[in-house]
């Protein structure tokens, strides 16, 4: 079993839908999460940042940590299609090394 | 500033050639790093350095050696290339101080090919 679990998609929504990406973890030490964008052929970016559990909010974007769950979600409202990305979860214990999720990959439509 | 780059960005090699990747970064960052990102594996760190000439494995080591011998640079070695070593190489460096959490900023990657 890996360590972070994150569906591949493709997921695909209509431009101004509510996307929910989601990350499930088996290491309950893990207290650094994180969600990164990455735009084809380009170098992963970070987008959302939060340690331990809660919920961050940065413009159209909002990311929560449930730890009693193991789960991380990130929320993007009114998605558009400057959004069409794949997104990574990455996640780790201590401040070096991060355990990234497979990513899935987003496609917004007109 | 340039941030992070890698050279060369393509390359097509015969198994058991060798290569050098180059990252290089110039935001003075102490750590560095190599990572390989596969279809449905998601980005896997390779070797890292947490400062000049310092080097420690990732998850996935074999068949890669690596040096730092300039704090801007990180050098990713393949010494005799395999197919499983097809793959998007990322280098990515931070400035992470104890404790506290700071980004990785990643370069644009190098698409290796080994046939």
């Known amino acids: 079993q890996k360590e972070v679990e994150q569906d591949p998609g493709p997921l695909s929504v209509p431009e101004g839908a509510i996307v929910s990406l989601n990350c499930t973890y088996s290491?309950?030490?893990?207290?650094?999460f994180m969600w990164y964008r990455q735009y084809s052929r380009k170098g992963p970016e970070l987008l959302m940042y939060?340690?331990?559990?809660g919920n961050k909010e940065d413009g159209r974007f909002t990311a929560q940590v449930d730890k009693s769950s193991k789960y991380i979600s990130l929320f993007i409202r009114d998605s558009q299609p400057s959004d069409s990305a794949t997104y990574l979860c990455a996640m780790s214990a201590d401040t070096d090394k991060l355990i990234f999720g497979t990513g899935t990959r987003l496609q917004v439509f007109p | 500033n340039a941030g992070v780059t890698q050279t060369p960005k393509f390359r097509v090699l015969k198994t058991g050639q060798s290569m050098t990747l180059l990252c290089a970064q110039d935001m003075n960052h102490e750590y560095m790093y190599w990572y390989r990102q596969d279809p449905g594996m998601g980005l896997r760190l390779i070797h890292y350095s947490v400062g000049e000439g310092t080097t420690a494995k990732g998850e996935v080591p074999d068949g890669y050696n690596v040096s730092r011998l300039k704090k801007q640079n990180f050098l990713l070695g393949l010494e005799s290339a395999a197919p499983s070593q097809t793959s998007v190489y990322f280098c990515?460096?931070?400035?992470?101080?104890?404790?506290?959490?700071?980004?990785?900023?990643f370069g644009p990657g190098t698409r290796l090919t080994v046939l």
């Open positions: 939060t340690y331990s559990s």
């Open positions: 290491n309950s030490a893990f207290q650094y």
């Open positions: 990515a460096s931070s400035n992470e101080l104890a404790g506290v959490f700071d980004e990785q900023f």
